[in-house]
């Protein structure tokens, strides 16, 4: 029996798809081996997708052409007058904005070469598969991120002098050595949220994604910070969660954006809130795996030489409200530009 670990919950049988091979006059995957390796790949792409999991989700469009609606719900206003007996009042109005995002198509494959037999379940195909799913988690979360990042609802962290005086920075090229995100910058930018009205997300929070270098910063040099263990059920944790701070709980990743700006390199955390974006669902027809066997180009291959092992991803993204995102810069001297 053959064993393939995806993650330390999820492990993969082979040896229930052994005898499940592809045939010459095909060279496609059977369609149980298809729903296999897509499953693999899916599962593998999973923990990278962190920019992903706070949206408003929407499946890809079938028969419907390229184009994905995605819908925002304007407040109601409040009632201040009381209702009068008998009398029915003129009520409200749904107010409906449509936004259009089209999918776009991203992929990649690698060459396999005639000592891989394709034919059957080979170990190097399906470590490959673990390989290419984790590639097609960091691209989408990555298509995600450049979405959010044109956001134009921007903060800044503060300055901190030596003498613990603060100065307020209004421009990203402005931010330098002391600009640091410090739990106040955090707390800012909650405020800023519920100020406007903004909804947090599931479980009363609002989410913020952040590097692990200024995530570094915050763990070790601000007290505040509560780690998840300390508040918060291990079962209910977001892809990434590492932390807590002021009603914001903080999910890290690679991919959160770095950006090198004329004062040093700049990290972005952003702060969301509900109904901030939407995207599309990495599910079904979402992400697939192409495998082709050796042979299977014909005269191109003719002495069986190649085969390739690739994955495709459809995806978009649109920012729904403005309002319900926040980018947070602050300094990050020891991140790298992503």
């Known amino acids: 029996m053959f064993n393939i670990r995806l993650r330390d919950d999820i492990i993969l049988n082979l040896q229930l798809f052994a005898d499940n091979t592809m045939t010459t006059a095909t060279a496609d995957l059977s369609p149980e081996m298809k729903v296999f390796y897509d499953k693999a790949l899916l599962e593998s792409a999973k923990p990278r997708l ?6 408003q989700k929407k499946p890809i469009p079938k028969g419907n052409g390229k184009t994905v609606e995605f819908r925002r719900f304007e407040r109601l206003p409040k009632v201040t007058e009381p209702l009068r007996e008998g009398v029915t009042p003129g009520g409200s109005s749904l107010k409906v904005t449509t936004l259009t995002a089209t999918v776009q198509q991203y992929g990649d494959y690698v060459e396999l070469s005639d000592f891989v037999q394709l034919t059957a379940i080979d170990p190097l195909l399906a470590e490959t598969v673990k390989l290419q799913g984790d590639q097609a988690g960091l691209s989408r979360d990555t298509v995600v991120r450049n979405v959010l990042a044109t956001t134009t609802n921007a903060s800044f962290a503060t300055k901190v002098a030596a003498d613990g005086s603060e100065t ?16 106040k910058d955090i707390m800012r930018a909650v405020t800023k949220m519920k100020a406007n009205n903004i909804q947090p997300l599931d479980g009363g929070c609002y989410v913020a994604i952040i590097h692990p270098w200024t995530a570094f910063y915050l763990k070790t040099k601000d007290p505040t910070f509560v780690e998840w263990h300390k508040y918060t059920d291990a079962n209910k944790l977001f892809t990434g969660e590492i932390g807590k701070i002021d009603g914001c709980r903080f999910v890290e990743s690679t ?3 770095v950006t090198e700006e004329a004062g040093g390199m700049v ?5 969301i809130g509900l109904g901030a974006y939407g995207v599309t669902e990495a599910g079904e027809g979402g992400v697939e795996t ?9 005269t191109a291959d003719p002495l069986n030489q190649r085969g390739t092992a690739g994955w495709k991803t459809n995806i978009t993204a649109e920012i729904l409200s403005n309002e319900a995102i926040i980018d947070l810069m602050a300094y990050a001297p020891d991140a790298q530009a992503n």
Do not use: M, P, W
């Open 168 to 183: 307020a920075i209004d421009d990203i090229d402005n931010i330098v050595a002391g600009c640091e995100l410090k739990v």
């Open 267 to 271: 990290a972005h955390t952003f702060v």
């Open 50 to 55: 962190v920019h992903e999991q706070f949206g």
């Open 255 to 257: 991919e959160a954006l």
């Open 290 to 298: 192409i495998v082709k066997q050796l042979g299977s180009a014909g």
